[in-house]
């Protein structure tokens, strides 16, 4: 089992930057490919970022490529997610997850293949 718990979220401008931050339990954790997906008010939880067990493979949204860097240290079993010029838009709770993959290049998008989730970090953009 894997645990995860998100940090980083708060209030920031429109075209300022925040960085979130995700710790998670166990010995295994470089066996997950690892995804950041966020749920707006009265929407489904999206995909935003995903990177493959030896963060080799990186995938965003079309929304926040270029804007948004995901990466891990499995050895301080983290991932961040840097996010910068930021908008309104993004505006949601941003949650960590974690897929048990085989494959050390595969990082799903598909947020069904994700098993574990954080409790979920709030992120609030200000025009």
């Known amino acids: 089992q894997v645990q995860l718990v998100e940090s980083g979220g708060g209030l920031v401008q429109a075209g300022g930057s925040l960085r979130l931050s995700c710790a998670a339990s166990?010995?295994?954790?470089?066996?997950?490919?690892m995804g950041w997906f966020r749920q707006a008010p009265g929407k489904e939880r999206d995909f935003v970022a995903a990177?493959?067990?030896?963060?080799?493979?990186?995938y965003y949204a079309d929304s926040v490529r270029d804007r948004f860097t995901i990466s891990r240290d499995n050895a301080k079993n983290t991932v961040h997610l840097q996010m910068n010029d930021v908008k309104p838009d993004d505006t949601a709770v941003y949650y960590c997850?974690?897929?048990?993959?085989?494959?050390?290049?595969?990082?799903?998008?598909?947020?069904?293949?994700?098993?574990?989730w954080g409790q979920g970090t709030q992120v609030t953009v200000s025009s």
């Open positions: 990177i493959s067990r030896s963060a080799g493979n990186k």
């Open positions: 997850a974690a897929a048990f993959v085989l494959g050390p290049s595969i990082a799903p998008a598909n947020k069904y293949e994700y098993a574990y």
């Open positions: 166990g010995r295994t954790f470089s066996s997950y490919a």
